[in-house]
């Protein structure tokens, strides 16, 4: 079966760009997260959709990022005004349930470079 | 608030020797614990999971785990590594047995290298 599949794997784009992540994840897991990835730091906890609740937004670093996931399966991180400080990979995972004890399962991320 | 501490960034280790990966975190709360593995230019995949009862936890790739409570550790172990184990780790924790979302946090990382 198919598991979480991102796109595009890579991303160079310019400051000040808009960028566009797209995330898939495994076909019925209701849970959907976006996590950060920078050189050296630990995953950044971005944003978590579960079901049709409202999202948990807590993590996004500034109003330029936000995500929307529609129909309750593909999500996509939107970064507007691209900032060199942007530069990560972004990770999608998803759930079965938005459980604690539920592990999560990884896509390969986007690795996105801002020039 | 919850955090995860992996003491050791990287970690060489010649192949068939032991290797010890260390993680110790801090929750006022009863936590479920979790290893994952990162591949180059891949996501996490999950190694193995402490959610309750044996302390002693087995995962895939002959890695275990021990829950040690009062030391507030979840150290990951493996007796014998190969060149294939060569790989990023990553410890997480998150609040348990509160039957719904609780976000996970993750240390930042442990790279083992392992040595032909």
């Known amino acids: 079966g198919a598991g979480v599949s991102q796109s595009p794997s890579n991303k160079v784009t310019e400051k000040g760009k808009d960028v566009e992540l797209r995330c898939d994840p495994i076909s019925g897991h209701t849970a959907l997260y976006w996590y950060r990835q920078s050189l050296g730091q630990g995953l950044e906890f971005l944003i978590y959709f579960q079901g049709n609740s409202a999202p948990d937004k807590s993590g996004l670093p500034s109003d330029r990022f936000s995500a929307e996931r529609t129909g309750g399966s593909v999500s996509t991180l939107t970064i507007q005004r691209t900032q060199q400080e942007d530069s990560a990979v972004y990770l999608c995972?998803?759930?079965?349930?938005?459980?604690?004890?539920?592990?999560?399962?990884f896509g390969d991320g986007t690795r996105l470079s801002i020039l | 608030a919850q955090s995860v501490t992996q003491l050791d960034s990287q970690v060489p280790v010649f192949e068939e020797a032991p290797v010890e990966l260390r993680c110790n975190y801090s929750s006022s709360v009863s936590v479920y614990l979790f290893w994952y593995v990162q591949y180059p230019n891949q996501g996490l995949q999950l190694l193995l999971k402490?959610?309750?009862?044996?302390?002693l936890v087995k995962g895939i790739n002959g890695f275990e785990a021990e829950f040690n409570k009062s030391q507030t550790s979840f150290h990951l172990r493996k007796p014998s590594v190969h060149i294939s184990d060569t790989a990023e780790y990553f410890c997480a924790v998150t609040q348990g047995a509160s039957g719904g979302y609780q976000k996970v946090t993750f240390g930042i990382g442990t790279k083992l290298q392992v040595i032909p």
């Open positions: 402490y959610l309750s009862g044996s302390t």
């Open positions: 995972a998803s759930s079965l349930e938005g459980g604690s004890n539920q592990p999560q399962h």
